[in-house]
């Protein structure tokens, strides 16, 4: 039986070559896509922009008061303004008690403060089972401070109010519903009454 020639080196090379472009080209899917354009608005052009941000803020003293997370963020030097899409946001207390807020846009002002959260925006004290929705939610994070302008409903099942303003200190765990305010107050198993302050 004859005996087969010995492929040469360049055969080899390219046998090489073939499997390394095959492997390159079955990579390629997996990579990241590439980034959008650049966002521009009337405050002009961001000096920078984020994706898949997750940005960590802390207090004078070092402690972690605030984590955001956001798809985008994007950043204008014009205004100093930080402006998130879809941004959820985890804030602490003194006390280190936890708050949840998102919303559909999120901004935070000069110097990072404070943190406004509109379109179906929501704060949230998990221990004191209390859920607030609104339309405008503003955070102050020096003061501990969030309160909204804008119609809000406060619900702690089975309990739920509505309101023109809400305001919440959260190092103090207080709050405070105001201006035309309505409850839903469940009494008893089948018992409901509704209340209402000027």
Do not use: C, K
Not at 102 to 121: F, I, K, M, V
Not at 171 to 194: I, K
């Amino acid at each position: 039986m004859p005996r087969l020639p010995r492929p040469s080196f360049r055969i080899w090379l390219l046998l090489l070559l073939l499997a390394l472009g095959g492997w390159l080209t079955w990579l390629d899917p997996w990579q990241a896509p590439p980034p959008g354009p650049v966002p521009t608005d009337e405050a002009g052009e961001p000096d920078y922009f984020l994706e898949h941000a997750r940005l960590t803020r802390f207090d004078i003293e070092g402690q972690a008061h605030q984590r955001l997370e956001s798809p985008r963020l994007v950043h204008t030097p014009h205004d100093d303004v930080t402006r998130m899409a879809t941004p959820l946001a985890h804030l602490y207390d003194r006390d280190d008690r936890l708050w949840i807020a998102s919303g559909d846009e999120g901004r935070l002002g000069p110097g990072g403060n404070p943190l406004t959260l509109t379109g179906d925006a929501r704060l949230l004290a998990p221990e004191e089972r209390w859920q607030l929705d609104t339309e405008i939610l503003h955070f102050d994070a020096n003061t501990g401070h969030a309160w909204s302008d804008t119609p809000v409903l406060l619900q702690q099942p089975p309990q739920r109010m509505r309101g023109d303003r809400f305001d919440a200190w959260i190092h103090d765990n207080r709050a405070r519903l105001t201006d035309n305010v309505r409850g839903h107050h469940p009494t008893g198993q089948a018992a409901n009454h509704e209340e209402s302050e000027p």
